[in-house]
């Protein structure tokens, strides 16, 4: 009988340790359909082979991941329903997304009404700072540069290239017209005359004719605001139009991704210089899991979801846990602004007063139809100064 209550008072106590360590849900929202498909599926592969590698070393002080996905479709309606699938569906503590710029203003009012903390991983709008932070919106925070603080520095970097004149060619979408505004005031700014901006819808098959356009304007250069998915056929035709213009791009056209698009032609994107703040050698050991799992090179906005994680998401997780003992919405989005991490695969990342990170930005150059770094640059507030 004595035995018999002691094995009871084990097991109670087992339940109870048990009970108080329920897993830690983390939500990601990408577009998991439609035109913009790929990045979904990227940031769906780098989340899990992320929050299996947490796992796998005991968890966040103890308390495992669990990882849950809501597709937006890039649209700032879906990503709405996104965000309350996620928060009142799957119940999770905290979401990294939307990936797309649409998406992310269409979900910030949501995420501030229901109070659950959203990290934003990858889009590149102006206005997510502006609205973050002191700006509204306490329950946003963005490890992402945005497009008006890497505009100013780029700008400058193609005029001291001794470019004059620049055509810019976006997507017609939140991302690229937030850029085309950025750049717009930009190039002014460093004395590069714009002489024509013309908007593609992404997934489009044929560029000729908006390539047409910008080989008559006469500009110098191309600024294209574009994804290695519409990258590819975009240098293709690029060169069958016969166009001489340098390229420089925003968006993802220097990436392993794109050049496993033009495997057959890997030197069809030499000479083109972007403007980013991610490439896939920034953490090998990183790149060799992905590929051993997926046998395609990482992708850019996966592996930014997985950064996210494991440096911004999981330092505030901590810092809740230790301070508070708990992790819930309220805790984590508190633990967000002390996050202070010295040297991510990015740099540091640490939020200011707008839930804006300062992390490195890289020129990369596709050079030999390979990948290389120019420059790695800091940045901060002063740039936009």
Known sequence: MRYALTLALLLVMAFSAGAQAP??????????????????????????????????????????????FADNKAQPGEAVSAVRKLADVDQVDVIIGQTHSGACLGAMPVVKEIGIPMVIEACSHPKIRELSGKGGNEWTFRVALDDEIMAHTFARYIARQGVKSSSILAMNNDFGRGAAIAYEAAFKKANVKLLSTDFFDPG?????????????????????????????????????VGLTQRVFSRGSLTTAEFLHQ????????DGVIEASYWINTLDPEWDKKWTERYKVPPRVHGSLAAITLKWAVVPALEIALKKHGKADRQTIRAALEEVDVKDSPLGPIKFDANHQAWINMILIEMRDGQLKILEKLPTSPALLN
């Open 23 to 68: 897993p830690i849900k983390i939500g990601f929202a990408s577009a998991m359909s439609g035109p913009a498909a790929i990045t979904g599926e990227g940031v769906k592969w780098g989340a899990t082979l992320a929050v299996e590698e947490i796992n796998a070393k005991g968890g966040v002080m103890g308390r495992k991941l669990e990882a849950y």
């Open 204 to 240: 489009q098959p044929d560029y000729r004719p908006v390539l047409t356009r910008i080989k008559r304007a006469g500009a110098e250069s191309i600024l294209a605001v574009i994804l290695a998915s519409d990258g590819a056929p975009f240098m293709r035709q690029y060169h069958e």
């Open 262 to 269: 033009v495997k057959d032609n890997p030197k069809i994107g």
